[in-house]
T-cell receptor, first 115, second 112 residues
Framework: DAGVIQSPRHEVTEMGQEVTLRCKPI?????LFWYRQTMMRGLELLIY????????DSGMPEDRFSAKMPNASFSTLKIQPSEPRDSAVYFC?????????????FGEGSRLTVL | AQTVTQSQPEMSVQEAETVTLSCTYD???????LFWYKQPPSRQMILVIR??????QNATENRFSVNFQKAAKSFSLKISDSQLGDTAMYFC?????????FGTGTRLTIIP
């Protein structure tokens, strides 16, 4: 089975530009999570969806960040406008069966560099 | 709120030796799960071992085992017969209230 697929693997952009990160969860998984990893703050949960509905977005840093999940097989995390402090690795993860076990399966991450 | 604390930022050990990584956590949930994830230089997050809080028996996966002390809210990872491929960041994490919270990680280096 294919794992969680993220794109792009690497993105370099200039301050002020719009950035869109994409995620395809594992088929059959009904929860999807976006995490951000930085040296200073470690792994932070930004937002998670259950059955395509955003459940908790309290980790989204500010209005410049938005996330959508239009269907069960696709999600996006958008930053507009981007700033240098947004530079990080962004992970998408998915899980089957809300309320069971809790194991998350992670994608390989998208490394974002904002100049 | 959930918190996970890993007090060892870095550790190193000789190949074939045993090493223990420490983790403490706090949660208000009565039913929760604890995990250790490994992140090698490739940055892929890989599940190492899982512990269900309602089970008293410590989980074991081949060379990896945990010491789960529920009353003390402690969840340490023991790696036996360490191998060079074990070199990675190790994250302790707590799943509760539908969310996975991570510690700050321990960078483990296995020395040949």
């Amino acid at each position: 089975d294919a794992g969680v697929i993220q794109s792009p693997r690497h993105e370099v952009t200039e301050m002020g530009q719009e950035v869109t990160l994409r995620c395809k969860p594992i088929s059959g998984h009904n929860s999807l999570f976006w995490y951000r990893q930085t040296m200073m703050r470690g792994l932070e949960l930004l937002i998670y969806f259950n059955n395509n509905v955003p459940i908790d977005d309290s980790g989204m840093p500010e209005d410049r960040f938005s996330a959508k999940m239009p269907n069960a097989s696709f999600s996006t995390l958008k930053i507009q406008p981007s700033e240098p402090r947004d530079s990080a690795v962004y992970f998408c993860a998915s899980r089957r069966d809300r309320g069971r076990h809790g194991e998350l399966f992670f994608g390989e991450g998208s490394r974002l560099t904002v100049l | 709120a959930q918190t996970v604390t890993q007090s060892q930022p870095e550790m190193s050990v000789q190949e074939a030796e045993t090493v223990t990584l420490s983790c403490t956590y706090d949660t208000s949930e009565s039913n929760y799960y604890l995990f250790w994830y490994k992140q090698p230089p490739s940055r892929q997050m890989i599940l190492v071992i899982r512990q269900e809080a309602y089970k008293q028996q410590n989980a074991t996966e081949n060379r990896f085992s945990v010491n789960f002390q529920k009353a003390a809210k402690s969840f340490s990872l023991k790696i036996s017969d360490s191998q060079l491929g074990d070199t990675a960041m190790y994250f302790c994490s707590n799943f509760g209230n539908e969310k996975l919270t991570f510690g700050t990680g321990t960078r483990l280096t296995i020395i040949p």
